[in-house]
Structures are given as structure tokens and as C-alpha cells.
């Protein structure tokens, strides 16, 4: 069974400064990661999606490493702002299409 | 294009009463995903749906959940009776299958039901 751990829990920076999230995980044969955020109250949304077989994707200020060899995944975001505020979970994707999810990251940003 | 509807948004109820949700795709989307998120942890799958089939309700308590898909496009989470422990937020999730034209195994999420049980 997958196991998916992210650590810290919690994280509070000031504004301005790059976040760095780390997602880990027991099974390498996934076919993708996937990052989302999730804001108070509301659903997960997607952020990223790396498939197995690529390195990293990005999206404006946002970076996300795989490396599937040592069951690990980083989530960059480059000058954090206030707005970028909630909880961030990765996910990964194996073969029988079942998600196995992390319990997240709350991201505090201090303005 | 039209996100994943769910409803309600909260619920609260004592223990041993039932409860319902309800859930519509995005259109088009052929599966169907319900989640339980307890606080502080990450979604958890109770039940895939493939079309109004049931491909994995591994992890669904049978005793007390139940799930339905009419005619693939809607569905309806139900608990009877429900427990204490079954305070959490409830996340639908729709997405193509793979192989399906456009698909991209992303998983769109509803806003999700919070439901408290006292």
C-alpha cells in the first residue's frame, strides 16, 4: 500500500521568501505525482501533474520535482506572496488509477 | 466549463440520524470519485464509480455507507447511521478515463460537504 508523508505540517514565512515543500512516498511505481492546493473551506484544485516518466514541470512561479528512484517530490514557489496562503497536498497516481494522498502542508505567508 | 457541483456544503446531524449528499460531474467525465478528508489528513477514497459501475468501494464501510450513480451522470453518497467518527469533509472528484480523448488523469474536485456529527 502506497504511503504518502509530507513534512512540515505547518509552515510560516515572511513575504517574499521561497517556499520549499517535500512530498515522499514508499512506492515508485506510480504513473504521476500530482500537487494541489487547498483553501479553507473549499476543494483541492490542481496545481501540477508530473508524469512518471518527466523530471519536473512548472507554472509561473511554481516548480515541482519527481524523483521516482528515491520516492521524492519537491514543490518550489518562488516569492512567496500572502495570497499563496492554504494547505498543500501532492498525490501520487499508481497504475489502478487510485490517488494516495499526503496530509498536507499549511503554508502560512506573512505579509 | 462548469466544475464539479456538490451539495449541501454543511450538514450537521446527531449520531445515529442518516444524511445524503449529492454530487454532479463535470460533464463528460465518465468517472467518479467520493473522498473522505478527516481534519488534518488527506482525502481518503470510499468509492470510484466507472460509468453507473463501482470499480473499487475498497475502502467504503458497507455497514453503514452506501453510494449510487444513476444513469452515470449524478450521485448520491449516503450514511445510516452516522457515527461520531464520520465528522469530516467529503470530497467528490470527476475525471476522463485514461485513454479517453482530452484525458489527463487530473482529478477536478468539488468544493466538498462538511458534515459534523454530535
Known amino acids: 500500500k502506497q504511503e504518502v508523508t509530507q513534512i512540515p505540517a505547518a509552515l510560516s514565512v515572511p513575504e517574499g521568501e521561497n517556499l520549499v515543500l517535500n512530498c515522499s512516498f514508499t512506492d515508485s511505481a506510480i504513473y504521476n505525482l500530482q500537487w494541489f492546493r487547498q483553501d479553507p473551506g473549499k476543494g483541492l484544485t490542481s496545481l501540477l501533474l508530473?508524469?512518471?516518466?518527466?523530471r519536473e514541470q512548472t507554472s509561473g512561479r511554481l516548480n515541482a520535482s519527481l524523483d521516482k528512484s528515491s520516492g521524492r517530490s519537491t514543490l518550489y514557489i518562488a516569492a512567496s506572496q500572502p495570497g499563496d496562503s492554504a494547505t498543500y497536498l501532492c498525490?501520487?497516481?499508481?497504475?489502478?488509477?487510485?490517488?494516495?494522498f499526503g496530509a498536507g502542508t499549511t503554508v502560512t505567508v506573512r505579509a | 466549463e462548469a466544475g464539479v457541483a456538490q451539495s449541501p456544503r454543511y450538514k450537521i446531524i446527531e449520531k445515529r440520524q442518516s444524511v445524503a449528499f449529492w454530487c454532479n460531474p463535470i460533464?463528460?467525465?465518465?468517472?467518479l470519485y467520493w473522498y473522505q478528508q478527516i481534519l488534518g489528513q488527506g482525502p481518503k477514497l470510499l468509492i470510484q464509480?466507472?460509468?453507473?459501475?463501482?470499480?473499487?468501494d475498497s475502502q467504503l464501510p458497507k455497514d453503514r455507507f452506501s453510494a449510487e450513480r444513476l444513469k452515470g451522470v449524478d450521485s448520491t453518497l449516503k450514511i445510516q447511521p452516522a457515527k461520531l467518527e464520520d465528522s469530516a469533509v467529503y470530497l467528490c472528484?470527476?475525471?476522463?478515463?485514461?485513454?479517453?480523448?482530452?484525458?489527463?488523469?487530473?482529478?477536478?474536485f468539488g468544493p466538498g460537504t462538511r458534515l459534523t456529527v454530535l
Open positions: 498525490a501520487s497516481l499508481a497504475n489502478d488509477y487510485k490517488l494516495s
Open positions: 472528484a470527476s475525471s476522463s478515463p485514461r485513454g479517453t480523448r482530452g484525458s489527463t488523469d487530473t482529478q477536478y
Open positions: 464509480f466507472q460509468n453507473n459501475g463501482v470499480v473499487d
Open positions: 508530473i508524469q512518471s516518466s518527466q
Open positions: 460533464s463528460g467525465h465518465a468517472t
